[in-house]
């Protein structure tokens, strides 16, 4: 077998495995080598931004893991996709760039997780940054990933909408990740000169400069290798081949929280009952793991448009090709953007402490596609437009478990979507508040109809069934090796997992309690942090 030695190992060069291995390869005297199961990122569905599209469903960029039935959506099983390519997910992202509500790391600080408040992450969120409209106090410029915000840029319907939104009461917000979070406003995406900002493009590909990393792709992990009860190092396998790489310091699991748990489990820590089942001997015992599992949910309201959307720029060959040409010159116009481009935070009632719903704007529509499989390049032969929202803080938790010994296979993910009453109640909620902005001049003067659910549908019940029938994720899962103070989580909070030593899990997997917004820009600084928690322990 081919051994490879190194100081530290990154398993993932995802979100924050991009980061960790770039800020450790900093550091003088230091080896460090990062796997990754799938391959480069010079592809035009990852480099364009709004390549995402075709990126969706790519079997070399895209694990595309689908969740065993969901009782919560009628028996469906929801499409996970995952990037497996250099970047992670960051590569095949919507770029919708969201930290969260500052109560959200203030509560993990009062849970116990020390060092995590918000106070003490926003140096990290400020130093992975390179705002275009500069500096302030809570913002910052000279980061590896480069952060636009768009409204010059976007569709008009993106204007009417949050002028919709301010016209039914909900406060402008010119930045989610300023001060507050809450109102209606424009997104900001992770681009830079009209590529996309991946952790790849900012962190990853600038270190390999240093001969102190080492990149392996196409390198996917079979276990962790231990010496007793310290991780030792990584095996994986390439075709038919398998590789031992050697760490002598320490091995930093970043693989994602479907990869991450799924990896621990097959290296016999997890729950010994559950491993046993699948003839894998327990190293260590750990119940938590591939538990806690959270995720966002949501759904859209789907409305025919008298003026034209994005539908007519994508959905033609022609439309395609002057959007493209446009491109290709100027790096701008549509192709350049996300289509989640104005949205917001908004509270399902006045009696919140905080917002717990989130808002997107979609100027273009695809009432065609199956639930949860959105084709750009294929939107509706109409005008249309879209009105979606997603739970913040969502009660229902789900698992991750390994089905079998074999690697190969993928994980069970088993959400358990729309278990807690709560998480209905919230979504129910969201539809006259959705109706409201959509019923302001700003957009109704532009809208011929309500095509989906359709405004005869009111009552409970019926709003019910079209939520169960079309609700899906929007692709956040986090929290299969929750961090905490107490005995029986995964993690500690300086990351390491617990019961063994020189093992340290750096992802989103890590994440407590999910925060509110997309979770790039939390991985990206979980990144940021585990790479001095690291550090200092070398």
Known sequence: ??????????VGAGSSGCVVAARLAERAGLRVCVLEAGGGDLSPWVRMPIGYGGAFYHPRLNWRYYTEPEPGLGGRAAYWPRGKVIGGSSSINAMVFIRGQAEDYDRWAAAGCAGWSYEEVLPYFKRLEDNAAGADDWRATGGPIGVKEVSAEVHPLSHAFVAAGQAAGHARNGDFN?????GVGFYQITTRGGFRASAAAGYLRPALRRRALRLETGAHVTRLLFEGRRCSGVEFQRGDRLVKVKATRQVVLAAGAIGSPQILQLSGLGDPEMLSSHGIETVCAAPGVGQNLQDHIGFDLVYEATTPTLNATLGSWLGRAGAGMRYVITRGGPLSLSVNQAGGFVRSDAGRERPNLQLYFSPLSYT???PGKRRLMKPDAFAGFMIGISNCHPKSRGALHIRSADPMEAPAIRPNYLS?????????????????????????????????PGPAVTERAALEDYIRAVTGSVFHPCGTCAMGAEETAVVTPDLRLRGVEGLTVA?????????????NAPALMIGEKAADLVAARL
């Open 1 to 10: 077998m081919e051994t490879i030695e190194c100081d530290v190992v990154v």
């Open 178 to 182: 300023g001060a507050r979070q809450e």
């Open 507 to 519: 992802d989103a997997s890590v994440i407590p309690a999910i925060t509110s917004g997309n979770l």
């Open 420 to 452: 807690a009453p709560e998480d209905l109640d919230e979504l129910l909620a969201s539809v006259p508040i959705m109706r409201a902005i959509a019923a302001q001049p700003a957009l109704a003067e532009v809208t011929r109809a309500e095509l989906k």
């Open 368 to 370: 065609r596609a199956v």
